[in-house]
């Protein structure tokens, strides 16, 4: 009721319904707000798991832009490690080497991944080690010394393949680690990732963070904007704002140019 302004659950949960029937995926995505609904991690969570057509859950700390009616930033304000403590709090199956950085952007980023199996949920990031996804081939997996196998490790944590390619990489994995009982068949729906995204805004930007942005809005003209930045700089009319600032900025350099 806070953050959306009308209560949604049953619109949400017979949407989730409907994607269950038919076979099609989705993620849920939770806004997270201090005093709001930070102690409802673990439930959403747990309501995910039991949903086929749910393939994990996306964690956003509350972004101070945009429509934000009834919040305080004072209070309501969260950092990435803020949700990642609640979420080993409230959500058991995850323990605190289960979630680890993202090596695209690990000042936004953290993610865990999950085996889904008939017994339940099991974390795959415990039998890997973060070293491998941090340091590139500079280390070797825990468990194996296999060039090849470290290959699969980074591609099963990429963000950015496909469902397919995701599964097939997964499955690949799941051959040469110990102490998980694979099903014969490994496909999307038996992937499960819990993703914390931490957007920036006016008051936590940080420039070098901005850089690393995993996230982009392709604008008309063909330029990609960092999401972040998009919000902050370039949404409704802001742009045609930051262009005349901009134009203003050049005019000023070429006048003293000339000066000198």
Not at 8 to 32: C, W, Y
Not at 83 to 102: A, G, M, N, T, Y
């Amino acid at each position: 009721m806070t953050l959306r302004g009308a209560d949604l659950r049953r619109i949400r949960e017979d949407a989730v319904a409907a994607l269950d029937r038919v076979g099609l995926s989705t993620t849920l995505v939770m806004t997270v707000a201090a005093g709001v609904n930070d102690d409802q991690i673990g439930d959403v969570i747990a309501w995910a798991t039991q949903h086929t057509g749910v393939r994990g859950v996306t964690l956003q700390p509350i972004q101070f832009a945009g429509r934000i009616d009834g919040v305080e930033q004072q209070t309501a304000r969260l950092t990435l490690t803020d949700v990642r403590r609640l979420l080993l709090d409230q959500c058991p199956i995850f323990q605190p080497e289960d979630v680890i950085p993202e090596p695209c952007n690990p000042d936004s980023l953290a993610m865990g991944y999950a085996l889904r199996t008939a017994g339940g949920i099991t974390p795959l990031t415990r039998f890997i080690g973060p070293e491998v996804q941090l340091a590139g081939d500079r280390n070797t997996i825990v468990c194996e010394q296999d060039p090849a196998l470290k290959d699969q490790v980074f591609r099963l944590f990429a963000t950015n393949h496909t469902p397919e390619a995701q599964a097939k990489h997964l499955a690949s994995l799941l051959c040469c680690l110990p102490g998980i009982d694979a099903p014969p068949s490994v496909g999307y729906d038996s992937v499960f990732r819990v993703l914390m995204m931490a957007f920036m805004d006016a008051t936590a930007f940080d420039v070098r963070a901005m850089k690393k942005s995993c996230v982009h809005i392709v604008q008309p003209d063909g330029r990609i904007i960092p999401f972040e930045s998009f919000n902050l700089l370039y949404r409704d009319d802001r742009h045609t704002l930051l262009d005349e600032r901009r134009a203003e900025v050049e005019q000023l350099f070429q006048m003293q140019r000339s000066t000198v």
